[in-house]
C-alpha cells in the first residue's frame, strides 16, 4: 500500500529556501513597481492593462527546484539582440511592447489584428513550472504565468483543413541590434502541428516570477513547450497563422540537417556537432541524464505513435 506522508505540494524544510526566495522576489518586484518592468515608460501602462495579480499559483511551485530569477533573465538566446548570452538582458530594454498587435491569419474563422489585450485573458492566466531545455545542452526551470494556447486557438475558430499554426517574431530594426547580423533569415519563425499547438501543456507565456515577462525572456507574448528543444519556444509573437501545409522555421531553413520541424528532446538523437544525452541545469555543478520528451513523455508520447523520431527530429 502506498502511504503518502505527504501531499506533493506541500512544503518540506529542505523546499523553505526556494519558496522564501521566490516570494521575497515577487514582494521585491511589487515594492519596485514600474521600475522592475523594463525601465522604459511602456511599463507603466502595462502595470494597468497588463495586470496579472490574480495569476493562480502551480501548486509545484512550493517543492520545485526554480533556476534562480538572475539566470533566467540573464542568461539568454534572443539572436535579434545579438548572440551572445548576456546580449539580450543588455540591449532587450529598447523593445516597445506596449502597445502590441498580433496577426491572426490563414485558416481560422476569426482572423484580423487583436490588441494583445484582445488576444489574451490577463484575468485567466496561471502559473506552469516548467523546463526549458536548450538544444546547447543547458536547461532551467521556471515559473513561467501564462494562458494554454490551446485556450486562444479555440477563440480564434481554425478551419478543419488547419493542420498546424505558425508563428512570426517582431522584425524591428530600430530596436533590434542583432537584425543586423543574417545569422537567421528574419524574422524569426517556428511552428507547431495543430494537435501539439492544443497540447493542454502548450502555454503562451505573457509573465514568469510572479511578474510580466521582461523583455529579454520574450514579452510580451512568447510560446513556451516544454517538451521540445527551447528554440520552439519563440519570443515576442506578431503573428499567428494557421496552415495546411507545415511551415517553414527559421532554424530548419539555416541548418536542415541540426534543426528539424519537430525537435523534440530526444537524448537519442544527437545534434550532428554534440550529444544531447547529458544536460547542465543552470545553477548546478555536474549534469543530468536529459529524458525523453524534456520529461514529459506520459503527456505528450502518443501524438508521435508510430512515427520514426529519428527520421521527424
Ligand atoms: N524570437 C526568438 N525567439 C527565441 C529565440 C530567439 O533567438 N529569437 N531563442 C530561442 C532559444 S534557442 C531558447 S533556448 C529560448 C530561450 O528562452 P529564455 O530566454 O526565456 O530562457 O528562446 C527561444 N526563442
Ligand atoms: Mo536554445
Not at 538582458?89 to 494583445?116: C, F, I, N, Q
Not at 494537435?195 to 529579454?216: I, K, S
Not at 519570443?235 to 530548419?252: C, G, H, L, Q
Request: hydrophobic share 35%; with cysteine; proline share 5%.
Amino acid at each position: 500500500m502506498l502511504i503518502k506522508s505527504r501531499e506533493s505540494w506541500m512544503l518540506s524544510e529542505n523546499d523553505v529556501t526556494d519558496k522564501d526566495i521566490y516570494l521575497n522576489r515577487r514582494s521585491f518586484m511589487k515594492m519596485s513597481g514600474a521600475a522592475a518592468l523594463a525601465g522604459t515608460i511602456a511599463s507603466h501602462a502595462q502595470a494597468v492593462d497588463r495586470d496579472i495579480a490574480g495569476y493562480k499559483k502551480d501548486p509545484s511551485s512550493l517543492s520545485s527546484e526554480l533556476t534562480s530569477y538572475e539566470a533566467v533573465t540573464g542568461y539568454n538566446n534572443f539572436y535579434e539582440f545579438g548572440m551572445g548570452k548576456d546580449d539580450p538582458a543588455k540591449y532587450a530594454h529598447k523593445l516597445t511592447t506596449d502597445p502590441w498587435t498580433v496577426k491572426v491569419s490563414g485558416l481560422a474563422e476569426k482572423t484580423g489584428t487583436y490588441a494583445l489585450e484582445d488576444l489574451i485573458d490577463f484575468k485567466a492566466v496561471e502559473e506552469r513550472i516548467y523546463r526549458l531545455r536548450c538544444v546547447e545542452a543547458w536547461s532551467m526551470v521556471v515559473p513561467w504565468i501564462g494562458i494554454p494556447l490551446k485556450d486562444i486557438i479555440k477563440k480564434l475558430e481554425p478551419k478543419s483543413e488547419a493542420r498546424y499554426v505558425a508563428f512570426k517574431t517582431l522584425k524591428r530594426k530600430s530596436e533590434m541590434r542583432g537584425l543586423r547580423w543574417p545569422v537567421l533569415d528574419w524574422p524569426y519563425q517556428e511552428g507547431l502541428r495543430l494537435d501539439e499547438a492544443m497540447n493542454p501543456l502548450t502555454l503562451m507565456a505573457v509573465g514568469l516570477y510572479g511578474d510580466l515577462l521582461p523583455n529579454q525572456n520574450g514579452a510580451p507574448l512568447r510560446l513556451v513547450v516544454p517538451w521540445k528543444y527551447g528554440f520552439k519556444s519563440i519570443k515576442s509573437v506578431v503573428n499567428i497563422d494557421f496552415t495546411r501545409r507545415e511551415p517553414m522555421t527559421s532554424w530548419k531553413r539555416s541548418a536542415p540537417r541540426e534543426y528539424g520541424f519537430y525537435s523534440n528532446v530526444n537524448p537519442e538523437v544527437d545534434h550532428p556537432r554534440w550529444s544531447q544525452s547529458t544536460e547542465r541545469r543552470i545553477g548546478e555543478w555536474g549534469r543530468r541524464d536529459t529524458l525523453m520528451f524534456n520529461g514529459y513523455e506520459e503527456q505528450v508520447a502518443e501524438m508521435y505513435t508510430g512515427m520514426d523520431l529519428k527520421k521527424y527530429f
